[in-house]
């Protein structure tokens, strides 16, 4: 099982990224994918969330509405779109993937329950 994420960098202030994660060895379709974050010093944190249909997306409050995450089953990918980005998305970005067995939205916002996990791709922002 490998998950494979890509696309981070630097970039100023209120620009935009969009990170790819790329997954082989498992089901993709019976998966929950989600991108958490870690900023230097801090817990990893949940970012955003998709169920395997691709119908319901979910995020924290402090992204809502900036980035987007979306997934192409086809190609066994995830993706997160960055906008109007801020000094403190400054992270290592993580895609992450569970098997899909909750209803609640609550279980796939706690990391420890993943079954799966990219490398890591760093993100920073510049004020």
């Known amino acids: 099982v490998q998950l494979q994420a890509s696309g981070g960098g630097l970039v100023q202030a209120g620009g935009s990224l969009r990170l790819s994660c790329a997954a082989e060895g498992y089901t993709f379709t019976r998966y929950f994918m989600a991108w958490f974050r870690q900023a230097p010093g801090k817990e990893r944190e949940f970012v955003a969330g998709?169920?395997?249909?691709?119908?319901?997306?979910y995020y924290a409050d402090s992204v809502r509405g900036r980035f987007t995450i979306s997934r192409d089953n086809a190609k066994n990918t995830v993706y997160l779109q960055m906008n109007s980005l801020k000094p403190e998305d400054t992270a290592v970005y993580y895609c992450?993937?569970?098997?899909?067995?909750?209803?609640?939205?609550?279980?796939?916002?706690?990391?420890?329950?993943?079954?799966?996990w990219g490398q890591g791709t760093l993100v920073t922002v510049s004020s």
């Open positions: 998709i169920r395997r249909s691709g119908g319901s997306r």
């Open positions: 992450a993937g569970v098997l899909q067995r909750y209803s609640s939205t609550y279980y796939y916002t706690r990391s420890p329950l993943y079954d799966y």
